[in-house]
């Protein structure tokens, strides 16, 4: 894939993303790739609102968050 095309996807999904950004009952967006495999003969990705963080995304965020705190001191 050429670098006009990346810019053109990432662009993509940065309109997207915003757009439903605006929209106050999604809690989170994902953006995932996928590669080639049994079911896909060709890479593609997919963007995806959803109303609810995963409790398991959010811990990690809490988690990351606290992590610079616990270094400093």
Excluded: C
């Excluded at 080639?36 to 995963?54: D, E, K, N, R, T």
């Amino acid at each position: 894939m050429g670098s006009d095309q990346i810019q053109k996807i990432l662009r993509a999904y940065r309109e997207r993303s915003s757009d439903l950004a605006g929209d106050r009952s999604f809690k989170q967006i994902l953006i995932l790739k996928n590669h080639p495999g049994v079911f896909y003969l060709h890479p593609h990705s997919h963007l995806l609102a959803m109303p609810v963080i995963p409790r398991r995304i959010d811990e990690e965020v809490i988690r990351n968050l606290d992590h610079p705190k616990e270094t400093l001191t």
